[in-house]
């Protein structure tokens, strides 16, 4: 049975599991007014315990704001709510500059844009990734290359760059996946040394630290996704952060039609713009956005303690002993062979019977149809040639990242909000799983 999903209807699945369990009042919404599915359609709903997102009257104030303010772009004259957010992420995030956008995958076309990244450019990206991370590579007709996963981390595995290196290599563009952070020093010392630009793509990862320091500027600029999964939401939405200010000029530049002529025009741009009602409902969102944060860290750390001491289950590791993940996903190693040899179809099967949702995560996207196609894409043979882009395939080899995609399991995020009788309860069920292996195996 196929079980891979990708990130979105996972985690969209994820919340719906949630109401398996028991009906409740979500974070931030009280049980008076939390209501029914009945009742007025001016009270607020009753979650499902896991259902995501969460929302109460601040986001409803926020957005009926926006619409009786009449000013829904933030080009119109006195639009201050994108401003506000640009200014409260990035003071978060300890950023000197901060572009808006309208989604995280137009959060990177909109970097690499800046960065004039086009045809004949190489681009260095992880295959343990969404989708959009490549795709924003293949919009400008340069080319994704591929460098192998750290099993350990599940991040990009920063010893292997530099042998994927060329001199057509004009941007590093790691990672941080399930909200936990690649090497970035590694990483960024390289770029230092080769004199090729880093953007980290946090499109995962708002709040997740390197040794204390928020990610998305340890290079020239950093790209987040406030898409509907993830743990700061508008449904979509995105932004760049940088500590460079002609970067940020560039950026905003080229998210504007036409360009605002703050920068040089490389006669390329877009628009990416967010919205006014998108900053308002992230404005209201990020009311609760640490107190969220700082229980899915204690709960993460509590799984973690209880899953290390089943065989079998190998929780993914940080890659530094102080770093801090956003935990977007909770991902671990599943090992059959200490079940039995229970594949892990069956290992989600039977944790779905029992109310937790679970995932197998990413396939193989270096080697799935949709990358491979560039292969054969007329404009790619036409700028690289036939026998380049053969070589190309070649290239993409990820031995370690294959058998990651063969072992990995993902818990969403907002598994992570759940009581801590639920994260006892979800350890405990594996436990019971592996104890049942042979007997599931024979039925």
Request: aromatic content about 8%; hydrophobic content about 40%.
């Amino acid at each position: 049975m196929k079980t891979s999903l990708n990130r979105r209807s996972f985690l969209e699945r994820a919340a719906l599991t949630g109401a398996a369990l028991s009906w409740g009042t979500s974070p931030g919404v009280s049980a008076e007014k939390a209501g029914t599915a009945s009742t007025a359609a001016s009270s607020r709903p009753a979650f499902p315990p896991g259902a995501w997102p969460i929302w109460d009257e601040t986001e409803e104030r926020a957005l009926m704001d926006v619409l009786h303010s009449g000013k829904w772009g933030r080009t119109a004259s006195g639009a201050a709510k994108v401003r506000e957010f640009e200014s409260a992420f990035g003071s978060r995030m300890k950023a000197t500059h901060c572009v808006a956008t309208s989604s995280g995958t137009t959060a990177l076309l909109t970097a690499l844009g800046a960065l004039n990244i086009g045809p004949g450019d190489e681009v260095i990206i992880p295959p343990y990734t969404f989708v959009a991370t490549f795709n924003a590579v293949t919009a400008s007709y340069a080319l994704p290359i591929f460098v192998d996963t750290d099993a350990n981390t599940f991040q990009i595995d920063a010893k292997k760059i530099e042998a994927a290196l060329t001199p057509a290599t004009r941007l590093l563009l790691p990672v941080h996946i399930g909200g936990s952070t690649c090497d970035v020093d590694a990483i960024a010392a390289l770029g230092k040394t080769r004199n090729i630009p880093l953007i980290e793509d946090g499109c995962q990862a708002p709040l997740a630290e390197w040794k204390g320091r928020p990610i998305g500027t340890f290079g020239i600029g950093g790209c987040f996704s406030f898409q509907a999964s993830k743990n700061l939401t508008a449904g979509e939405g995105g932004a760049i952060l940088t500590n460079d200010a002609a970067f940020a000029d560039l950026c905003y530049d080229f998210h504007t039609p036409g360009g605002a002529k703050k920068s040089p025009s490389s006669g390329r741009g877009a628009n990416y713009r967010m919205t006014e009602f998108q900053a308002g409902v992230l404005l209201a969102q990020f009311t609760r956005f640490e107190a969220q944060a700082k229980l899915r860290d204690e709960n993460a750390a509590y799984l973690s303690s209880l899953l290390e001491t089943i065989p079998g289950i190998t929780p993914a590791r940080l890659a530094h002993g102080n770093n801090r993940s956003g935990w977007h996903l909770y991902m671990f190693r599943y090992d059959k062979t200490k079940f039995a040899g229970l594949d892990r179809a069956r290992f989600l099967q039977a944790l779905s019977k029992e109310g937790i949702s679970a995932s197998s995560g990413y396939a193989r996207l270096n080697t799935s149809a949709h990358v491979q196609a560039i292969a054969q894409n007329r404009h790619y043979v036409r700028l690289y040639g036939e026998k380049a882009m053969k070589t190309w395939l070649d290239r993409n080899q990820c031995p370690v990242n294959d058998s990651l995609t063969e072992e990995a399991v993902w818990f969403g995020q907002n598994r992570l909000l759940l009581p801590k009788s639920e994260i006892e309860r979800c350890a405990s069920v594996i436990r019971d799983l592996q104890k049942r292996a042979g007997e599931l195996v024979r039925t």
